[in-house]
Each structure stands twice: as structure tokens, then as C-alpha cells.
């Protein structure tokens, strides 16, 4: 199983970048779709995620109202589209999937990606 992220970058405050998840080895339709990120010196956390048809998905406080996650099955791939991005959202950004609906917020996922860098300048 691989999961590849991509699409992280620098950007000023207020700006707007579209992360990408292209997974293979897996059957992906069945896998629920994370993504979490992790700051300098902090732990990685959850960010947002969405269940295997598409039609629920799961945001963290600090980034509901701005960041969309999405994910196109026929294609094997997720996005988050990331709006009105501030500094305190610089961190690497992982994609992840796991077979159980239960717990999407957690950190129990199957498979992780290698993660990609967003850097919000001010």
C-alpha cells in the first residue's frame, strides 16, 4: 500500500493551497480517508476526514469553515482544499486511510503517507 501526498508549498497568510493524496494497493472505496499534520515541536493531530462514499466528512475545530475534504473514488485519490490558510498552519501534512469507520479522528489508522510540507508565511 502507498499513499502519496503532494501539493504542500510556501504561501502567504490568506492564501490558499490544494494537498492531493494518490493512493495504490489498496482497494480504495473501502478505506476511509484521513489527513493530519504536525507542527515543529508538537504532535501530530487530526485535521479532517472522510468516509468511503464521500457524504460525511469530519473537520478539526481549528480549520472547519476554511479547509474542504474531498475524495474521488473512481480515481483513487483524496484532496484537501485549504482557504484563508494562517501561519498556525504551517506543519507537515499527512494523508492516511483506515478500514474501520470507527474513531476517524483518532490517530488508529491502517496506512500512512510520507507527508508533505505547507509553510503560511505572515
Known amino acids: 500500500v502507498q499513499l502519496q501526498a503532494s501539493g504542500g508549498g510556501l504561501v502567504q497568510a490568506g492564501g490558499s493551497l490544494r494537498l492531493s493524496c494518490a493512493a495504490s494497493g489498496l482497494t480504495f472505496s473501502s478505506y476511509v480517508m484521513g489527513w493530519f499534520r504536525q507542527a515543529p515541536g508538537k504532535e501530530r493531530e487530526f485535521v479532517a476526514a472522510?468516509?468511503?462514499?464521500?457524504?460525511?466528512?469530519y473537520y478539526a475545530d481549528s480549520v472547519k469553515g476554511r479547509f474542504t475534504v474531498s475524495r474521488d473514488n473512481a480515481k483513487s485519490t483524496s484532496s484537501l482544499q485549504m482557504n484563508s490558510l494562517k501561519p498556525e498552519d504551517t506543519a507537515v501534512y499527512y494523508c492516511?486511510?483506515?478500514?474501520?469507520?470507527?474513531?476517524?479522528?483518532?490517530?488508529?489508522?491502517?496506512?500512512w503517507g510520507q507527508g508533505t510540507q505547507v509553510t503560511v508565511s505572515s
Open positions: 472522510i468516509r468511503r462514499g464521500g457524504s460525511i466528512p
Open positions: 492516511a486511510a483506515k478500514e474501520s469507520i470507527a474513531l476517524v479522528t483518532s490517530m488508529k489508522y491502517d496506512y
